[in-house]
């Protein structure tokens, strides 16, 4: 009797700063893969934008990420997007965004299970189909931010790599197995850190693409045409809004706690 696949929600977290094809692309590249292992079944894909506090220099308002992100995702069957991130106060750490997002799934999947799960007399009836899972889908320069000293909490890295996972793809010279292997925690959950070749290799990114609009020039087929029309229509990535947060610490660096000499 063939084993069920587990059901498995992609969540992409980032500045989305426009959304780029790019963007994308990675959730195709990352269900295909995940399907080919055999054991997976991607049931859905959330593209989650960061909030204004996160600090970064040119972030446009929340607002219009979020709005760009569903005018791109119109196309797509199956992936969404979620505001709950964008919308808090504060910048929110990764691993309290995937807490977030795992819970919202375990409470559907029950409401789902509740409402099909009873037989004509009204017994439940019991479902095989294994716990859905969530996994974090990023790039492989994303590995590379383990690195950067104050970025991350270890425990967040052990919480994200270890009870969640990733999915990463290549991008570029990187090399995600390397990132792996020089962290003890990556490398510790190995097993579950999935890596993704793109063959077909797309190099655009949204710093390009922000710089081409600040500069008059085209970025069609880089972003979409519905994302382009808006990025006009409200006067986004000028000159002036490169200068947003100018100057700002990132808030990720900003928060965590100063370590004492004695630590």
């Known amino acids: 009797m063939a084993t069920s696949r587990v059901p498995l929600v992609l969540l992409a977290c980032g500045s989305f700063n426009p959304i780029t094809n790019q963007h994308m692309r990675l959730f195709e590249l990352a269900r295909d893969h995940m399907h080919s292992t055999g054991q997976y079944q991607v049931v859905g ?3 989650s934008p960061v909030s204004d506090g996160y600090g970064k220099q040119g972030l446009v308002l929340a607002k219009h990420r979020v709005a760009m992100a569903k ?10 997007v979620d ?22 799934i375990l409470k559907e999947c029950k409401q789902f299970t509740a409402a099909h799960n009873d037989d004509s007399s009204g017994n439940a ?27 991350w909490q270890e425990d ?3 919480e994200v790599a270890g009870r969640f996972g990733l999915v990463c793809v290549s991008r570029g010279g990187l090399e995600p197995e390397r990132a792996v292997h ?25 710093t390009e ?28 990535y000028t000159r002036d809004s490169e200068s947003i947060n100018e100057g700002a610490v990132l808030r990720p660096l900003a928060k965590q706690p100063v370590k004492s000499l004695d630590d």
């Open 45 to 47: 894909g959330v593209v």
């Open 71 to 80: 005018l791109a995702l119109r196309s797509s069957n199956w992936v969404t």
């Open 83 to 104: 505001d709950w991130e964008s919308r808090q106060p504060d910048w929110t750490e990764t691993a309290v965004t995937m807490r977030y997002h795992y819970g919202r």
């Open 125 to 151: 009836v019991p479902l095989s189909t294994p716990s859905p899972q969530l996994k974090l889908l990023c790039g492989a320069d994303f590995l590379e931010s383990f690195k950067i000293p104050g970025l």
């Open 156 to 158: 967040h890295v052990e």
């Open 182 to 206: 020089e962290s003890d925690t990556l490398s510790a959950h190995r097993r579950n850190v999935f890596h993704v070749r793109e063959w077909v290799s797309n190099e655009t990114s949204a």
């Open 209 to 236: 693409v922000r710089r081409a609009l600040r500069r008059d020039l085209s970025v069609k087929y880089l972003i979409p045409d519905s994302v382009i029309e808006y990025i006009h229509q409200h006067n986004l």
